[in-house]
Nanobody, 125 residues
Framework: QVQLVESGGGLVQAGGSLRLSCAAS????????MGWFRQAPGKKREFVAA????????YYAGYVKGRFIISRDNAKNTAYLQMNSLQPEDTAIYYC??????????????????WGQGTQVTVSS
């Protein structure tokens, strides 16, 4: 059973930074696209960023491009989301997800088969 565990969330002031981590429970689980999604209260889950297995191709939602950076370390089976210049609108539960069937990063929630339980990010004004 593949498990993804997010960490690194917390409370920060507007303009601050956080780095989220997503660790896979299985060492061999690395041949897939990794993605980050988020969900704010009363809103649907939305795409944030995704990265190919090699890390050479990335894909970002327009509202985070230039502020967030996605990366991965396959030796550690871990994906990261560096979040800079955080705004109150970024407040949400952030979820890590894995797509074992795709080679290119995608933003569709339905493409991802495995999900973590989420980590809360709260940005105060």
């Amino acid at each position: 059973q593949v498990q993804l565990v997010e960490s690194g969330g917390g409370l920060v002031q507007a303009g601050g930074s956080l780095r989220l981590s997503c660790a896979a429970s299985e060492r061999t689980f690395s041949a897939n696209v990794m993605g980050w999604f988020r969900q704010a209260p009363g809103k649907k889950r939305e795409f944030v960023a995704a990265i190919s297995w090699s890390g050479r191709v990335t894909y970002y939602a327009g509202y985070v491009k230039g502020r967030f950076i996605i990366s991965r370390d396959n030796a550690k089976n871990t994906a990261y989301l560096q979040m800079n210049s955080l705004q109150p609108e970024d407040t949400a539960i952030y979820y890590c997800a894995a797509d074992p069937d795709s080679a290119d990063p995608k933003g569709a929630e339905g493409d991802y088969d495995y999900w973590g339980q989420g980590t809360q990010v709260t940005v105060s004004s």
